[in-house]
């Protein structure tokens, strides 16, 4: 049985209400974890709030590094214990349970050197006067982690919050908590005080929304859908409360005729078979210039026949889906796509002995998908990839740019002043050309254009939006 991290305490939820931990790989429950509510959010308020305005407010801009830099170290020591909870919790392949712990542990050793390097500036002004800025915390801050990438995403956004000199209160998905349980017990075994990180799970409706409408939360950090981030916005907006959202995508990945096609396809495939398509980045849309389409796509086909998928431990190409409602909604996508007559050109295969009951989706390839469809414009957070020709450059363009979103793109090209007019024209938050970053470079400022979000996190540039810039203007004479 898990329980909420509050104040360095490991404690029950108040009502005493707990919900089962599923493992997507064979969909049996495992473990609980604490059904909380508002009381839980205000009990953990409350230590955050205590926390700021004493032992954390102690503490020098180089003593938080420190303290990060030992977690970093204590994630980095405890990496293989933290992928196991999570493949389990999450049905993350081997691979990418380990990828995500060492994500985890680089997001605070990032953070953690750029504590003492957040400053403000001096502003020339009137004569007699001296002008300048301060970077202040707002105090506590609000985390709603999807599920899933639990640990990167608790890491690029409590990591910056804290490198700035906030506290936080988190609330990970239902379906993916039980690697951060942990991680805030570590937390503590390295020194951080009680309050400056505490854990409170349950549903979104009901801890989600409490955590969101408590007066003692000074900014939130929502990671999720563009359904939830709505909401998140609604109820921040009563109280003025400043909101980063980090939301969905319909990225494209745009393959020009000159592009270096064998050292495309291994990224393209990687970008939307990564954690089963379940990644807010994911290359969901393949661009391919018309002349080369069917050659790449035959290419293409061939890979994704040869693609395997099964239970998170043998760590094959692919793994569940998170969780039963989300391969519903996968093959409800996927049922549209046969009524509209909209072709595969293949499929890979889940292994014979995969456990009936397990959450798996074979990658699927579609080709000739209509600008205007559902699955060229909508999320479908599994490993289904979307195809379609482009005439020219001002075609892809348009193409690229013709969806709500605009988080990441890939651009393949050898035509380097093409490379730069299109990393202009796409609007996207990322642009990758010859490359292509799903989910990678915590060094990297990483947000939307349009419904993707605003705001931005990773990077150093994450820690002006967990700042409030105060500007003092002396007169001296
Ligand atoms: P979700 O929006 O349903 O849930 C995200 C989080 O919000 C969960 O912790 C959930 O419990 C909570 N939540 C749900 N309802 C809430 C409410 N009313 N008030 C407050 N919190 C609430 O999304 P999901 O299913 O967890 O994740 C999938 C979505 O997240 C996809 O759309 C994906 O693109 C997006 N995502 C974006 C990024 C990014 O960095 N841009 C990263 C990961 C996931």
Not at 126 to 138: I, N
Not at 176 to 200: D, H, K, T, Y
Not at 271 to 277: K, P, S, Y
Not at 368 to 383: I, M, N
Request: charged share 20%.
């Amino acid at each position: 049985m898990q329980l909420n991290f509050i104040a360095n305490q490991s404690v029950p939820s108040a009502s005493g209400r707990t919900l089962p931990v599923i493992d997507p790989s064979d969909g049996q429950p495992f473990d609980e974890i604490q059904r909380s509510d508002a009381a839980d959010i205000d009990a953990a308020v409350r230590a955050a709030r205590a926390c700021f305005d004493g032992p954390w407010s102690q503490l020098s801009a180089a003593e938080r590094g420190r303290l990060l830099m030992a977690l970093s170290r204590k994630v980095a020591e405890h990496a293989d214990e933290l992928a196991l909870l999570e493949q389990r919790d999450c049905g993350k392949p081997t691979k990418q349970a380990k990828a995500d712990a060492a994500a985890l542990a680089r997001y605070f050793e990032f953070y953690a050197g750029a504590c003492d390097k957040l400053h403000g500036e001096t502003i020339p002004y009137q004569s007699g006067y001296s002008v300048f800025t301060w970077r202040e915390p707002h105090g506590v801050t609000g985390h709603v982690i999807p599920w899933n990438y639990p640990m990167q995403i608790f890491g690029r956004s409590v990591g910056g919050a804290l490198a700035a000199g906030n506290v936080s209160v988190v609330k990970p998905a239902e379906d993916a908590c039980l690697s951060l349980i942990r991680v805030a017990q570590l937390a503590a075994e390295v020194g951080f005080p009680p309050g400056a990180i505490n854990m409170v799970t349950g549903y979104g409706h009901e801890v989600g929304d409490a955590l969101a409408r408590h007066p003692g939360i000074d900014h939130i950090s929502f990671t999720g859908s563009p359904k939830v981030g709505t909401l998140i916005q609604q109820v921040a907006a009563e109280r003025h409360c400043p909101v980063t959202l980090e939301l969905g995508g319909k990225s494209p990945q745009i393959i020009f005729a000159d592009a270096d096609i064998d050292a495309a396809l291994p990224v393209v495939i990687n970008a939307i078979v990564q954690n089963a398509g379940q990644t807010c980045s994911a290359g969901s849309r393949v661009l391919i210039e018309q002349s080369v389409y069917d050659q790449v796509l035959g290419r293409l086909g061939q890979a994704f026949a040869a693609l395997r998928v099964g239970p998170a431990a043998m760590d094959l190409d692919v793994g569940p889906l998170i969780r039963k409602t989300q391969l519903e909604r996968v093959h409800g996508f996927l049922a549209e796509a046969q009524a509209a007559g909209i072709p595969v050109v293949a499929q890979g295969q889940v292994v014979a002995d995969a456990p009936a009951d397990g959450f798996f989706q074979a990658p699927v390839l579609l080709r000739d998908v209509p600008v205007t469809h559902r699955l060229a414009q909508e999320e479908v957070f599994g490993p289904v990839l979307s195809a379609m020709a482009f005439r020219d450059e001002d075609h892809a363009v348009e193409l690229a740019n013709a969806t709500h979103f605009g988080l990441v793109a890939g651009v393949w090209t050898e035509n380097g002043a093409r490379q730069f007019r299109m990393a202009r024209r796409v609007k996207s938050g990322q642009i990758f050309i010859n490359n292509y970053g799903a989910g990678g470079g915590v060094e990297l400022p990483f947000g939307g254009y349009k419904s993707s979000g605003y705001g931005r996190e990773k990077g150093f540039e994450a820690l002006y939006g967990f700042t409030v810039l105060k500007t003092v203007a002396v007169r001296h004479g």
